[in-house]
Every structure is written in C-alpha cells, then in structure tokens.
C-alpha cells in the first residue's frame, strides 16, 4: 500500500533522514475479538460458567489480506512552500491559532489527493518564522483548539509537530505532545507509523457486511414522563435530523443505507424496555437478549439488506447508576448475522454538559448544541459497520494499542465530541472500502474461486487499489 507523505518545512537533511527511517510497514490487525452469540446461553448460567452466559470475548480473526504500507516521501517545492507561508496569513484567527478547516481546504486544492491513498501532510512552522502556534477545528455543532493533527474531510491527514500541545488527547498520546523538533527524527517516524496503524491502514472492528445494502433502524427511547432534563431543554425530537445520520452511513459505504428512526415514550410504550434500561449498561446482555427475541417488533425490514439495530435512551434520575454518564456498546450477533447497539444518556449528563442548560459546566465554550443523540446513533452504529476508535487498535503489529494523538481528526468514531461531527471521514471510507475488500477475497477463496474470471478482475481491481471494483467483481458472480 502506497503511503504518500508530503513535506513543508523541513530541510533536505531532514526530509533524507526521515525516508531512511520510514522503511515498510506491515499492519496485522484483527477483528471479532469482543464477537457475542445471542440469545443468552442460560445454561451456561446453571452451570456456573459466567462467560458463556455474559460473552464479553470472543474468537479473534486476523484479516484475510494484510496490508503493508510503502511510504513515498515529498519534499514540498519552493513554489510551494512560497503559497503555504502566504496562505498562512489568511487562516490566521483572532485567537492566534490557524484555521485548520480553511487550511485543509487549500492543502487538497493544491495536492493530487487520491481516495484509495490517503495523504499524509507533515507540516514545521518553524521554517516560516512561527513558533508558538495551535489549529482550530470547527466542527458541525461546535469547534476544538489548539490541535496539532486535522484532516480526512478529504483523503489527506495533517500532522503538525511544531505545534503547541493538544490539550483535547488526554495523557494517552505518546510523546507526540511536546514540541517536537523538525530534526527529531525517531518521534515523527513513530507519529506517521503510529497513523499508518490507527488511521490509515485500520482494520475493522467486526467484518464489514457482503450485503449490497444496509437497514438501519434507530430507536429514541425517552422516559419522557419522569425526565428533569426535557422538561426545560430542547426535547430529544426536536434534536434529531433523520437525513442527515442517513447520509452519514452513505458517507461512509458508498451503497444503500436506510435509517429509519421510531421515537419510544418510556414507560407507557414498552414497560418491559422501561425497566431494563434503567439498568443501563449492567444489564446490557438482558436488552440485547429482548432486543433479540421482539427483533422483528422493532426493527424496519429492507429485503436484501443487512440488519442493525441501535437504540439510544435518554434515562431519568432515577435509573441505576443514573450518574453524570454518557456510553454506548456494539456488538454483533451471531445467531442471526444482525447487529445491536445501545446507548444511555442521564438527565444528570445533560444538565451538567449541555450549552443550554444553565448548569453546564463542562466546556460549554467550546459547543454550539450538544446533540448527543445524532452522535451516539452515528457512533455506535458506526461500530457495528466495523468502524473502529481513531485512538485504539487491535493489533499484533502496532507499537502500541491505544494513542489519543489522533482523536481531533473529522470522525464521529472519535471520543472527543465537544465540537461533535456526525460525518464519518473519508480515511474511514478506504478502511471500510478495503476491509470489506479483503473479506470478499477471503470468502471467494475460502469458495475455491482462483480459477474464475471474477477472481481474476477482482485481482486486477486490487492492483488498481480499487477496493470496490474488487468487491463488485466478487459480488456480481
């Protein structure tokens, strides 16, 4: 796999120092580790064998085909460099950081940028005069700065280890936090093999879908008559833009994907629903189960398509634990090839972090709208197409299994939501383009089809890099 890297900045001495420590890379990811069988295997309870009756783990799978990225170093030109240091001027902000939408902007305007390669930018102000320095990221309902990593609304990541520490990535990020030297070499060799695993060449969570098309039905469960929270701030079903999740998933797959959405009051609609929610995530298993056995009840068929379904609930008060918490969880079912997400949202969370509450007191400054519900459907949803976090892999390759350094990039599957995007990005789209290619190949091998001529075209599509053409071939025979 081609990794093409473009420089600004950095000297020749630097640019030939980093191209002799950026050898080739092999990524060995897995995927179906946290795999769960339903409905319940109760006797496996009666036996005292709470694994099985709670599978929290399952086989792991390394997948088919193992990519291995060859990285194509470019020292940007003189011409070039002379048109970032004046773009430079014109993203520049009152608060003194950059504009690093408007900079992604321009960056893909003058890149030959290709979708089934995605671009990484290393950039060193230093070079232009400029020291102290951070990105600001605006998102769809609010915006994250200083950032010193941004991109994938376009193929092409952004990395920029000249700038002041990223606040938004925890302790969890290496040291690719401090000011980093454009000389310090081994840092920014581990910071672009470090992307290479958690971005550019990421494995799935569980196996993308072979179906040609995706149903997607979203449940809002709102216990709507005990709810402190909807009693003085926007009701969740004034929150939710149905087309614009949809279009999300659309985003991200490139084939039908149906989201149909249906608005539960708790507890009047469903008691049995009402009571096991309130148990939120110790009783995950249960509502999976539930979910599982009224599938048909609460899912909206689409003939032909895979099914999933993700249910969001806004709890009161007086559920258990009921404390200021915001979680989901994905899995995978194999009993019937569907799939099942859930997420819990507090009163107690949406008093304390949403901007127009008067008792927010979580970056409130940083937000427009806290529209957990779009982000949480998309999210968790998100995993059950395989998505992954841009902070962890599975991985038998990777130096390391969890880094936050990449958590500002433009992906809903990220944990810093403050300035929350719905969208998935398009490094999201390859991984999920190519992984779904490489699954297509295992199933046709796995079927004793070398021989035939759609093996052969998919072989040829995949020399191309054209992951869906690779998939077309297999499919259509």
């Not at 580790?33 to 929290?56: A, C, F, K, M, S």
């Not at 940007?76 to 939408?101: I, P, T, W």
């Not at 300035?419 to 796995?446: H, K, M, P, T, V």
Request: charged share 20%; glycine share 6%; proline share 5%.
């Amino acid at each position: 796999m081609p990794v093409p890297i473009v420089t600004i900045g950095f000297s020749d001495e630097e640019v030939g120092a980093l191209r002799g420590a950026l050898q080739p890379h092999a990524v060995d990811h897995s995927y179906g580790e946290i795999n769960q069988i339903l409905p319940l295997e109760i006797d496996g309870l009666l036996r005292g064998d709470l694994n099985e009756y709670v599978p929290l783990s399952g086989d792991v799978y390394s997948l088919p085909v193992l990519p291995t990225a060859h990285y194509d170093l470019t020292q940007a030109n003189a011409a070039l460099e002379a048109a970032f240091q004046a773009q430079l001027d014109h993203v520049r902000l009152e608060s003194g950081h950059f504009d690093a939408n408007a900079m992604e902007d321009w960056l893909a305007s003058q890149l030959d940028l290709q979708s089934a390669t995605p671009t990484v930018v290393l950039l060193h102000l230093k070079r232009f005069g400029i020291s102290e320095h951070g990105w600001h990221i605006q998102g769809e309902t609010g915006h994250r700065a200083p950032v010193r990593v941004f991109g994938e609304r376009y193929p092409l990541v952004v990395l920029d280890p000249s700038a002041v520490e990223d606040p938004w990535v925890g302790s969890n990020a290496e040291d690719f936090t401090r000011y980093t030297e454009a000389s310090d070499t081994p840092v920014i060799a581990r910071f672009v093999r470090y992307l290479t695993e958690f971005r550019l060449l990421q494995g799935p969570l569980y196996a993308p879908s072979q179906k040609p098309c995706h149903a997607i039905t979203g449940i809002m469960a709102v216990k709507s008559t005990t709810s402190i929270a909807e009693n003085f701030l926007r009701p969740v079903s004034e929150a939710l833009v149905v087309e614009r999740i949809q279009t999300s998933f659309e985003q991200l797959t490139g084939t039908d994907t149906y989201f149909d959405l249906k608005l539960i009051d708790l507890p009047q609609d469903d008691l049995v629903l009402d009571l096991i929610t309130r148990l939120e995530y110790g009783g995950f298993e249960l509502l999976k189960g539930y979910l599982t056995e009224n599938f048909e009840r609460f899912h909206v068929d689409h003939p032909g398509c895979a099914e999933y379904l993700s249910i969001v609930v806004e709890n009161d008060a007086a559920s258990v634990p009921g404390w200021v918490v915001l979680y989901g969880y994905g899995a995978y079912d194999d009993d019937r090839d569907s799939r099942i997400s859930a997420s819990w949202v507090n009163d107690i969370y949406r008093l304390l972090a949403d901007v127009e509450s008067p008792l927010c007191i979580s970056n409130c400054n940083t937000k427009e709208y806290l529209n957990l519900w779009e982000y949480l459907f998309a999210h968790e949803t998100g995993h059950l197409l395989g998505q992954r976090h841009p902070h962890d892999v599975s991985s038998r390759s990777a130096e390391a299994s969890s880094s936050d350094a990449f958590s500002s990039i433009w992906s809903n599957m990220s944990y810093q939501n403050e300035g929350r995007w719905i969208a998935f990005g398009q490094i999201d789209r390859n991984n999920w383009l190519r992984n779904r290619a490489s699954l297509a190949l295992l199933e046709a091998y796995e079927a004793g089809r070398e021989d035939s001529p759609a093996w052969r075209a998919a072989m040829s599509a995949a020399d191309r890099l054209d992951w869906e053409g690779v998939w077309e071939q297999l499919r259509s025979s």
